[in-house]
């Protein structure tokens, strides 16, 4: 059984993969780390990313929309077929690159404790860098407290292979795997029921992918569903175990990251991702999700999105002009050096 191997779920990003690639792949060589790439593009250009490195250890799989029709859904389906295979799982998202050849060695100190989950935390992630700090955590409701917000993205952590099994085997259980958070219920789950064991390590872990604009979702609209309606019934839903700390979880993602600040719902408004509508049929679980006015969020559903327009394009063209230099860097072959 191999020691680790990171899983990383895609669609039709393929710049992200070739960063992604140039960024790793010497350490993924060095220390026989597998990348296997989920990849459900309408096109031939991840296939051809991967192919073009010639990494024996990065592994291209191919999930049609038939098969899975979403994120959690093609989770299921690669954590099916590796379990087992693998000591620990990382689970990643394409927007974030782990910094493998550096933090390597500690990971693999970290995997030699046995730990169930590994958190993995930069120091910039929360508002307040100084309430985190590199430690072990053996009481749930505390690793809960902690960390529940932060393990909300794909690349926050890694775990056994007996947490992925245990997704595998209770996923209609925890919610379905259409849910936005299974992945992490299922760890939360699976914590409170065989004791924690966990690691939070900070420092320089991971830097965003060059590439990354924003997210991407199938549908417009659907962030106050999402982060505000299924967040909360997700949180709600966790064993007995949690209920002192859930109601300061449910608000743990704005306290630490500023989730719900003005400026960020601005961005949904204009991106087609905040309607007045979303915000009624919401505002009961907007309130347990932030104890911001929830006067801010009809104030943003109802701003004109042609007066944000200029700021964005601004936004864009920044982020344009550090791509060209990031494909200059990967034309000589200089990039994440």
């Not at 505002?283 to 911001?292: C, D, K, L, V, W």
């Amino acid at each position: 059984m191999k020691r680790l191997c990171i899983i990383m779920p895609t669609r039709n990003h393929a710049d992200y993969i070739r960063y992604y690639i140039a960024c790793v792949g010497e350490a993924l060589e060095k220390y026989d780390v597998d990348l296997i790439i989920g990849d459900s593009s309408d096109d031939g250009e991840t296939f051809s990313a991967v192919t073009e490195s010639g990494n024996p250890n990065i592994i291209y799989k191919f999930y049609s929309d038939d098969v899975c029709r979403d994120g959690e859904q093609k989770v299921y389906l690669m954590f099916s077929e590796l379990r087992g295979r693998y000591e620990y799982l990382w689970l990643c998202g394409d927007g974030y690159v782990p910094s493998l050849g550096e933090i390597y060695p500690l990971l693999s100190e970290l995997m030699d404790r046995e730990y169930a989950v590994i958190s993995m935390m930069a120091p910039d992630r929360p508002r307040f860098p100084d309430r985190f700090k590199s430690r072990e955590y053996l009481d749930a409701a505390e690793f809960f407290r902690d960390l529940y917000w932060h393990l909300t993205y794909w690349g926050a952590c890694f775990f056994k292979n007996t947490v992925a099994g245990y997704f595998v085997e209770n996923s209609c259980e925890i919610g379905g795997r259409k849910s936005s958070f299974v992945v992490l219920s299922a760890i939360f789950r699976y914590i409170a029921e065989n004791g924690c064991r966990a690691y939070n390590c900070v420092g320089n872990v991971y830097s965003e992918n060059i590439y990354k604009d924003k997210s991407t979702w199938r549908r417009k609209d659907c962030l106050l569903e999402i982060w505000a309606r299924s967040w909360c019934d997700t949180i709600e839903a966790l064993p007995a175990i949690y209920d002192r700390e859930k109601r300061y979880v449910m608000r743990s993602n704005d306290e630490n990251l500023g989730f719900f600040r003005f400026a960020r719902l601005l961005n949904w408004k204009y991106e087609g991702d905040l309607s007045l509508k979303s915000v009624r049929q919401n505002r009961e679980y907007i309130t347990r999700a932030t104890g911001r006015p929830l006067i801010l969020f009809y104030l943003a559903a109802i701003f004109p999105r042609a007066l944000l327009k200029i700021p964005k394009m601004l936004y864009l063209r920044i982020r344009r002009r550090k791509s060209v230099a990031v494909q200059s860097r990967l034309s000589r072959g200089t990039v994440c050096k």
